[in-house]
């Protein structure tokens, strides 16, 4: 599945990397920077680093332009995603 070069690959990749991050940044977030909650906006972007060097890879690496498009569409959306909710005040 990850040597084709498709929109769907990417979407599938990035939200499933991103989830494999996140949630395990959430869960940590109070016993490592000291406060009560986490900040989901905070460990939102952290969970966005690796979808930005898979990314990388496989633009310039694999020369898969579609995969990484689609990783770049999920990974933007899930940030300005976060963005909203955080003006909004949701809060874990």
Known sequence: ????????TGIFLAVTVW???FYPA???WPT???Q???DMVKAGLLA?????VLMRYFFV?????KTAKGMLTVTFILIIG?????KFGFQM
């Open 32 to 34: 490592v920077s000291g």
């Open 36 to 38: 009560t909650e986490a």
């Open 1 to 8: 599945m990850l040597n084709k070069d498709t929109w769907i």
């Open 82 to 86: 976060l963005f909203i909710l955080h």
């Open 61 to 65: 690496k694999k020369k898969h332009d």
């Open 26 to 28: 959430i869960l940590l």
């Open 19 to 21: 989830l494999i991050v």
């Open 48 to 52: 966005s680093i690796p979808n930005i």
